[in-house]
C-alpha cells in the first residue's frame, strides 16, 4: 500500500510539472503563448492555425477568450475580452494587399451595417498601414470596457476602434457562418 501511495505521488508530480511547464503552443514553428495579459485580465488560447486565404498563408493566427468556448456565434455577440493574435511568418508586399483583402473580408462579415462602421473600418486599415516583415505580431483586442478593439503592432499601441459592432465585424471575419477560411476556423474554436 505504501508503494501504491509513493508511485501515485511520482506519477501526480510529473502529470502537474508537465502542465505547468507547458506554457506555449506551437504551430507551424511559431511559439503562441498559451495565455496573454491584458487590463489585468488573463486571456487563455482557443486555438490557432494558419490556414487562412485572408492573410495568404503568410501568418500563423491565435484566438484568446476570457471563457473557453467552440461556439463562434456566442464569441461574436459577447461583450468580454478578447483577442486575435497575427503572428506573420513571411515579408507582406505590398502591404496595401493586406489592408486590402482585410477591407473586403470585413465587408462581408459586416453585412448591411457596413456604412455604420466604413469610417472606423479606413481608420482600422490605416492603423496596419506601413511595413509588414517576417516575425512582427499584430494583436486586436477587445474591451468591454470603452467598448472598443485595441490595435498592437509588436506590442506597441497603434490605436483603437470603439464599438462592440466593429468587434463583432472584426471578429466575424474568421468565425462568422461564412468565414474567410473554414479550416482556420475551426482551429481557432478549438475543434
Do not use: H
Request: charged share 25%; hydrophobic share 40%; with cysteine.
Amino acid at each position: 500500500m505504501k508503494k501504491f501511495l509513493m508511485l501515485l505521488t511520482v506519477i501526480s508530480t510529473l502529470q502537474f510539472t508537465n502542465v505547468s511547464a507547458q506554457k506555449t503552443f506551437t504551430v507551424d514553428g511559431v511559439v503562441l503563448p498559451r495565455t496573454i495579459q491584458f487590463q489585468n485580465k488573463t486571456l487563455s488560447l482557443n486555438g490557432g492555425g494558419n490556414r487562412s486565404k485572408l492573410w495568404l498563408n503568410s501568418c500563423v493566427q491565435s484566438l484568446y477568450l476570457s471563457q473557453l468556448t467552440q461556439d463562434a456565434d456566442y464569441i461574436r455577440q459577447s461583450d468580454t475580452e478578447m483577442a486575435i493574435r497575427i503572428s506573420i511568418t513571411s515579408t507582406i508586399e505590398p502591404a496595401s494587399k493586406l489592408t486590402k483583402l482585410i477591407y473586403e473580408r470585413f465587408e462581408k462579415s459586416a453585412g448591411n451595417n457596413i456604412e455604420l462602421i466604413r469610417p472606423r473600418l479606413e481608420r482600422f486599415t490605416n492603423l496596419l498601414a506601413g511595413e509588414i516583415k517576417q516575425k512582427d505580431v499584430f494583436k486586436f483586442i477587445y474591451s468591454p470596457v470603452d467598448p472598443a478593439v485595441w490595435v498592437y503592432k509588436n506590442n506597441i499601441l497603434k490605436g483603437k476602434i470603439k464599438g462592440k459592432d466593429f468587434k463583432k465585424a472584426l471578429f466575424g471575419i474568421w468565425l462568422s457562418d461564412k468565414p474567410a477560411d473554414v479550416k482556420l476556423k475551426n482551429q481557432l474554436l478549438g475543434k
